[in-house]
C-alpha cells in the first residue's frame, strides 16, 4: 500500500500536532514539590556565612539520601545584594572531601569566582570580598 503525497502530508500534520501536545509526566510515586531555596539579604558591613556540610533530602516519598548542602539545607540560598556594596562571603567546608564554590550570577573580578582553581580543603574557610557593581538583572 502506497501513501500519496495528499495523505502523507496529513499524517505527517495529525503526528506533528499530537506530538506538541502538552503531557504530564506520570513517575510512579509522588512527587516532591521543587524545593525553593530560603533568600538570605546582605546588610552593609556585615559577613554572610555559607557552611557546606551533609545533610539529607527526601527526592521521592519514604526515601532519604545523603547529600551535601548550604547552611544545613539541600540546594544554596539565594543571596541578594545591593549596587555598591562589598559583600563577604564567608564560605567553610565541613565535609570531608575538597570542595570548590562559584559565584554565580554576578560580575566579579576572576580570583574572586571561585571556582575549580579556589579549591577548599576539608574545615578549611575562604572568605571574599566581592564589590557589587551592577545593576539588578
Known amino acids: 500500500m502506497s501513501l500519496s503525497r495528499r495523505q502523507f502530508i496529513q499524517a505527517s500534520g495529525i503526528a506533528l500536532c499530537a506530538g506538541a501536545m502538552p503531557r504530564t509526566a506520570s513517575a510512579a510515586g509522588q512527587q516532591q514539590p521543587l524545593p525553593i531555596p530560603p533568600l538570605i539579604e546582605s546588610r552593609r558591613g556585615q559577613p554572610l556565612f555559607l557552611t557546606l556540610q551533609r545533610s539529607h533530602w527526601s527526592f521521592t516519598q519514604g526515601t532519604r539520601a545523603q547529600v551535601w548542602g548550604i547552611n544545613g539545607r539541600y540546594l544554596g540560598p539565594t543571596i541578594r545584594v545591593w549596587n ?3 559583600v563577604k562571603l564567608i564560605y567553610s567546608n565541613r565535609t570531608t572531601e575538597n570542595v570548590a564554590m562559584t559565584v554565580s550570577g554576578l560580575q566579579v573580578p576572576g580570583p574572586l569566582i571561585g571556582g575549580a582553581a579556589r579549591m577548599m580543603s ?15 538583572a
Open 122 to 136: 576539608p574545615n578549611a574557610d575562604w572568605a571574599p570580598a566581592l564589590p557589587i557593581r551592577q545593576s539588578a
Open 84 to 86: 555598591g556594596d562589598d
